[in-house]
């Protein structure tokens, strides 16, 4: 990979010295969805698959990108006093320029230009954060080229901000925490209301994680996301007005199911019912899974499924003809959609030896129903940024 890498670096930007080439995880979250804004826990993990780039320092004042999954965008070239958000000009380098513009946004750390060619075996829009997995690896590379110093959850926090503020998705810290954070083997139940976090192994011995692409695209500037948060923080307003809290999260379900009517509003008395519960579903799968005890923690999962469908509507009929075909197959613990939602990824648990007829009755049935084909993986949890 890194050969092939630095031969076409060295092909479109020329010469191959000072080079470095550096690796940023995608991630699956396996619970705990919509939760991380709303103050909640998640579980995601970081994946083997992911983005790489090749990185040098230029010496002019222009960052050079180039991606190896857009060919035919050729080099996108901007002034380091220049980076301004534009969807049609930089398109995917939004992302790598919003992180560098978080950078210097204080002090300038990044004071010349870079070389910056990417590949991504992440599947694009998927739903398995490759924009995150762009923005984490945009920043640790730059951290070790220019060598200041900030720790993993600080990446984390700043990749977000550039979300956040350059691209313009509310999004939560999910994402980019995950794929800092990343260690082989665990998931990190993670507290977003505090950044306290804890690795949890996964030992699956008999069964796989199986993701599922839709093929249906999302972008999460276009879908619904924003709309969903400021329903559940409307929702927020409104409970504040009767009890002192200051997330969602802070809520068992006793205690929502006594105040939700203050909220007024049946869809946001809807959404917001989906974040304290999934919390709740949340905390208590991680239990099951660490008292060994998979089976709860897939019914959890197919409950937060349901929860996303009903309450919080982001599914689809992608996503639910793909989870709902799942539900119907041998040796399924758990299937769900994960990440935003509106399109992108499901992921399942499946004993080994279901594997293949997973992929198949999930497969037939979705080009029958859908009319075009889903992809699928099974994936390996990874560790977090490195350079290779
Ligand atoms: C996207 C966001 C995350 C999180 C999920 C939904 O992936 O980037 O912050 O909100 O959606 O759980």
Redesign the pocket.
């Known amino acids: 990979m890194k050969e092939k890498l630095l031969e076409e670096f060295e092909r479109v930007f020329g010469g191959t010295d000072d080079c470095r080439v550096f690796f940023a995880p995608g991630r699956v ?1 396996l619970i705990g ?5 709303n103050g909640g826990h ?1 579980f995601p993990c970081a994946l083997t698959i992911g983005t790489y780039a090749v990185a040098r320092k230029n010496g002019m004042d222009t960052c050079r990108f180039y991606s190896m999954n857009f060919v035919n965008q050729g080099i996108k070239a901007v002034n380091l006093d220049e980076l301004e958000y534009d969807k049609e000009e930089y398109n995917w380098a939004n992302y790598p320029m919003g992180v560098i513009s978080m950078l210097n946004e204080k002090e300038t750390r990044v004071n010349e230009g870079i070389d910056f060619l990417v590949y991504g075996n992440i599947p694009n829009a998927s ?1 398995l ?1 490759s924009s ?1 997995s762009l923005e984490v690896l945009t920043a640790f590379a730059c951290r070790e080229l220019f060598g200041f110093e900030m720790s993993l959850v600080d990446i984390a926090l700043l990749s977000q901000r550039a979300e956040n503020r350059f691209i313009g998705v509310n ?5 980019q925490f995950a794929i800092a954070m990343g260690k082989k083997n665990n998931a990190i139940f993670l507290d977003t209301a505090t950044l306290k976090y804890e690795y949890a192994p996964i030992e699956l011995k008999d069964a796989k994680i199986v993701i599922t692409c839709s093929n249906k695209k999302r972008g ?1 500037g276009d879908s619904k ?1 924003n709309e969903r948060r400021s329903e559940c923080e409307d929702a927020l307003k409104s409970i504040q007005t009767v009890k002192k809290i200051e997330s969602l999260g802070e809520l068992n379900e006793k205690e929502f199911e006594e105040i939700k009517n203050v909220i007024g509003d049946e869809v946001k008395i809807r959404r917001a019912k989906h974040a304290v519960y999934e919390n709740q579903r949340t905390i208590k799968a991680v239990d099951a899974l660490k008292a060994g005890d998979i089976k709860t923690f897939g019914e959890l999962m197919n409950a937060s499924h349901l929860s996303l469908q009903k309450d919080y509507e982001v599914t689809g009929i992608e996503l639910d003809t793909i989870v709902e075909t799942s539900w119907t197959v041998p040796g399924v613990i758990g299937a769900r959609m994960t ?2 939602g509106f399109g992108g990824c499901t992921v399942a648990i499946v004993k080994n030896e279901n594997v293949d007829e997973y992929i198949k009755t999930v497969g037939d049935t979705y080009l029958k129903k859908i009319g075009y084909a889903a992809d699928f993986y099974t994936v390996e949890i990874g560790d977090g940024p490195k350079e290779l």
């Open positions: 979250n969805e919509h939760t991380d804004y998640v739903g954060s995150a999004c939560g810290i999910m994402d999460l996301y990440g935003a």
